[in-house]
């Protein structure tokens, strides 16, 4: 059974740090694309940062770039997400995704992330 299971949001004050995990069971970890999207309310899911099956390669929306870290442990079936100089425009609720080859997705059920003082 596949699982993505995502832990470490809550309520930071802007310019804060947050580190969000995603940890997966079900399938071969180290063979699938990782993602984070978040949604924030009455928006579109965007995509926040996405990393390679073997770490090599990363990429990160424009507005993420420099603040947020994406990284993966495959041998603890792990991505994480490291957020730093938090804002409130980044409130949302933060989701991973498991990509694999064939381009099936399985995600996560959400992680909220407030950014208020």
């Known amino acids: 059974q596949v699982q993505l299971v995502e832990s470490g949001g809550g309520l930071v004050q802007p310019g804060g740090s947050l580190r969000l995990s995603c940890v997966v069971s079900?399938?071969?970890?180290?063979?699938?694309?990782m993602s984070w999207y978040r949604q924030a309310p009455g928006k579109e899911r965007e995509l926040v940062a996405a990393i390679t099956s073997t770490g090599g390669t990363t990429n990160y929306a424009d507005s993420m770039k420099g603040r947020f870290t994406i990284s993966r442990d495959n041998a603890k079936n792990t991505v994480y997400l490291q957020m730093n100089s938090l804002k409130p425009e980044d409130t949302a609720v933060y989701y991973c995704k498991a990509r694999n080859y064939y381009n099936i997705d399985y995600w996560g059920q959400g992680t909220q992330v407030t950014v208020s003082s």
């Open positions: 079900g399938f071969t970890f180290s063979t699938y694309t």
